[in-house]
């Protein structure tokens, strides 16, 4: 999907990447062994992304997320479900910022997070 494609790169500091071959696009932070914060199954028309704790306890509740036990506060979205752009951008940009959150002093401030 190209939309979620260009709200990943729209990111400071983003790449895509390909470590499970072309069915899966992770998109990550600096560089090939930087931190993921956003994944999609074309196949299974599926975004991992990480979200807020709050956001977290409550996912459950929302049809089309799944909660991710693999990663702390990552949730599957159901894209057959959940298929607004805004909806699908809000939800990159927020997984973004919970991974740069919780970066280094110093890499947060090379995506001048400080």
């Known amino acids: 999907m190209e939309e979620i ?17 072309e069915e899966i696009t992770v998109y990550r932070l600096f560089d090939n062994k930087g931190p993921i914060f956003t994944i999609f199954s074309e196949k299974k028309n599926i975004l991992n992304v990480r ?3 709050d956001f977290f306890e409550i996912s459950d509740t929302i049809d089309g997320i ?3 036990r693999v990663w702390k ?12 752009k805004r909806e699908i951008e ?4 927020e997984s973004w910022y919970e991974v740069a959150e919780n970066l ?4 947060r401030e090379l995506l001048n997070l400080g």
């Open 5 to 21: 494609r260009r709200a990943a790169l729209s990111m400071p500091k983003a790449i895509e990447d390909y470590p499970f071959g």
């Open 90 to 93: 809000d939800l990159i940009h």
């Open 51 to 53: 979200v807020s704790n």
């Open 73 to 84: 506060n990552w949730i599957a979205v159901d894209l057959k479900i959940i298929h607004r």
């Open 66 to 68: 799944n909660k991710l």
């Open 104 to 107: 280094s002093k110093k890499k």
